[in-house]
């Protein structure tokens, strides 16, 4: 099973950018399917985004992140990256990496992003 560690996150005023990145272990990352997720204070965790498997570039979001917010992966890397532009206060939460593949199914621990004035 992949383990997965999330960095990158941090404090950021509206309107602007962090890039959150997973580092993944593991031989096998090509085959997970890769995702972020995020959970805000009182709020269920949501999926933010994610990537196919393999050299994949498909990729699906949120309705609320669409246009702002793109994930892609490295596999030469075992890494997965989140970008995100336009950040809105409602954007604040507690980002996690996200892998599966068949029956598995790996979290990282979580960065956390405020967005703040």
């Known amino acids: 099973q992949v383990q997965l560690v999330e960095s990158g996150g941090g404090l950021v005023q509206p309107g602007g950018s962090l890039r959150l990145s997973c580092a993944a272990s593991?031989?096998?990352?090509?085959?997970?399917?890769m995702g972020w997720y995020r959970q805000a204070p009182g709020k269920q965790r949501e999926l933010v985004a994610v990537?196919?498997?393999?050299?994949?570039?498909?990729?699906a979001y949120a309705d609320s992140v669409k246009g702002r917010f793109t994930i892609s992966r490295d596999n030469a890397k075992n890494a997965v990256y989140l970008q995100m532009n336009s950040l809105k206060p409602e954007d604040t939460a507690v980002y996690y990496c996200?892998?599966?593949?068949?029956?598995?199914?790996?979290w990282g621990q979580g960065t956390q992003v405020t967005v703040s004035a």
């Open positions: 996200n892998g599966r593949v068949g029956l598995l199914d790996s």
């Open positions: 593991g031989s096998i990352f090509r085959s997970y399917v």
């Open positions: 990537v196919g498997s393999g050299g994949s570039t498909t990729a």
